[in-house]
């Protein structure tokens, strides 16, 4: 199982990091050192309050083994040729060592926060990897741009805009998925699938791994050439004093994704399509205090995965193992006797 992290290691919650909480770009290169030092194998970087490019480039700088990708980064707002280019920068900075995971974002941030005119995200998404791809062959190749789709009509790339070849010129393309369209446009077009937190094992079985065949059927593929990752929702700690406060966070949080009607199917696969409902009516007025109360105790551990140090690698294999190819997990990391028990726990993890 290939293990990753999103950065920044040493200002993690065991096992979570809250959206609100800012990236320091001045310490980033320097932890993505620290995540290849402790051995993980990726490091990921998500956009939010930072160019998840711009982070990378900085990594990339002070390692030389680790994998650095994006878990996410948005794609409509950018069109095809933009994220070509990061991503050709990158793989070139890296030396072969990029990964690019994008993501849709839903449709009030498309519209009203990038100003883009939205349009089915499925479809779409399928003509923007082709398109990306196009380019880069068009890059590589030498081959004549000629790209026509539903959204993008790409056909002219002057010598002046061609980087041309790279060493590395596969980069592998990640799609986030959770429902069923996403997953199996994943199978058909994208080299791996990055699943939401709140996805369980009963989902993967059940709505991805059968999405993902399907997908792949459309054009006669391997559905296991498609890579499974999962970002689990984890909560650890050193000894179970520490775990108890942990999982009153991981409840908060398990709460937070209940309340979101874009999650709601992987709660009512499970049955509890009420309960996510009188969750998402509470967060409507603001009620956020008694959010966490609609979290039973059967819900909280079937979406999170909680335990020690000495317990949670265990647990995530006995849950994944034969599930997913690729884990993000993450630890704080401030002194070496933390380091050497990340070192351990990844060790479990493989």
Same mark, same amino acid.
């Given at each position: 199982?290939?293990?990753?992290s &999103?950065?920044?290691?040493?200002?993690?919650?065991? #096992?979570?990091? *809250?959206?609100?909480?800012? !990236?320091?770009?001045?310490?980033?290169?320097?932890?993505?050192?620290?995540a290849e030092?402790?051995?993980?194998?990726a490091v990921?970087?998500?956009?939010?309050?930072d160019?998840?490019?711009?982070?990378?480039?900085? /990594?990339?700088?002070?390692?030389?083994?680790?994998?650095?990708?994006?878990?996410?980064?948005?794609?409509?707002?950018?069109?095809?040729?933009?994220?070509?280019?990061?991503?050709?920068?990158?793989?070139k900075?890296?030396?072969?060592?990029?990964?690019?995971g994008?993501?849709?974002q839903?449709?009030a941030?498309?519209?009203?926060?990038? $100003?883009? *005119?939205?349009?089915?995200p499925?479809?779409?998404?399928?003509?923007?990897? %082709?398109?990306?791809?196009?380019?880069?062959d068009?890059?590589?190749n030498?081959t004549? &741009? +000629?790209f026509?789709?539903d =959204?993008?009509n790409?056909?002219?790339?002057?010598?002046?805009? %061609?980087p041309g070849?790279?060493? %590395?010129?596969?980069?592998?393309? =990640?799609?986030?998925?959770?429902?069923?369209?996403?997953c199996?446009?994943? /199978?058909?077009?994208?080299?791996?699938?990055?699943? =939401?937190p709140?996805?369980?094992?009963?989902?993967?079985d059940?709505?991805?791994?059968? %999405?993902?065949?399907? $997908?792949a059927a459309?054009?006669g593929?391997?559905p @296991? +050439?498609? *890579?499974i990752?999962?970002?689990?929702?984890? @909560?650890?700690?050193?000894?179970?004093?520490?775990?108890?406060?942990?999982?009153d966070?991981?409840?908060?949080?398990?709460a937070?994704? !209940?309340?979101?009607?874009?999650?709601?199917?992987?709660?009512?696969?499970? #049955?509890? /399509?009420?309960?996510?409902?009188?969750a998402?009516?509470l967060?409507?007025?603001?009620k956020?205090?008694?959010?966490? @109360? &609609?979290?039973?105790?059967?819900?909280?551990h079937t979406?999170?995965?909680i335990?020690?140090?000495?317990?949670?690698a265990?647990r995530?294999?006995?849950?994944?193992?034969?599930?997913?190819?690729?884990?993000?997990?993450?630890?704080?990391?401030?002194?070496?006797?933390?380091?050497?028990?990340?070192? *351990?726990?990844?060790?479990?993890?493989?």
């Amino acid at each position: 199982m290939i293990v990753e992290s &999103l950065l920044p290691l040493g200002k993690l919650d065991p #096992g979570l990091r *809250e959206p609100e909480t800012p !990236l320091d770009i001045g310490e980033f290169a320097r932890l993505a050192a620290l995540a290849e030092e402790v051995g993980l194998d990726a490091v990921l970087v998500e956009e939010t309050k930072d160019d998840p490019y711009q982070l990378l480039a900085l /990594g990339a700088t002070t390692t030389s083994t680790i994998q650095l990708g994006t878990s996410v980064a948005m794609a409509f707002p950018r069109s095809p040729t933009a994220t070509a280019m990061s991503a050709w920068s990158l793989q070139k900075l890296s030396d072969g060592r990029f990964l690019l995971g994008l993501g849709t974002q839903v449709r009030a941030h498309v519209e009203r926060r990038y $100003g883009v *005119e939205w349009s089915a995200p499925a479809p779409w998404m399928r003509d923007y990897v %082709n398109a990306l791809r196009a380019v880069w062959d068009c890059w590589q190749n030498g081959t004549p &741009l +000629a790209f026509e789709s539903d =959204h993008y009509n790409l056909n002219l790339m002057v010598p002046l805009f %061609n980087p041309g070849p790279i060493e %590395n010129p596969s980069i592998p393309i =990640h799609l986030a998925a959770i429902g069923p369209n996403m997953c199996a446009l994943a /199978g058909e077009v994208a080299d791996g699938v990055r699943l =939401h937190p709140v996805v369980t094992a009963k989902y993967i079985d059940e709505e991805v791994v059968p %999405n993902l065949a399907r $997908g792949a059927a459309r054009i006669g593929r391997d559905p @296991g +050439a498609v *890579e499974i990752c999962m970002k689990p929702l984890i @909560g650890t700690a050193p000894n179970e004093e520490q775990l108890e406060a942990v999982v009153d966070i991981v409840r908060e949080r398990v709460a937070f994704y !209940l309340s979101t009607p874009s999650y709601r199917r992987a709660f009512e696969i499970h #049955g509890w /399509g009420d309960i996510a409902r009188e969750a998402s009516t509470l967060s409507r007025e603001k009620k956020w205090d008694d959010l966490p @109360g &609609l979290v039973t105790d059967d819900m909280l551990h079937t979406v999170a995965t909680i335990g020690t140090f000495a317990d949670i690698a265990d647990r995530l294999n006995e849950r994944y193992a034969d599930r997913v190819d690729r884990i993000e997990f993450s630890t704080p990391v401030k002194t070496p006797d933390d380091a050497e028990a990340l070192r *351990e726990i990844l060790g479990r993890l493989r």
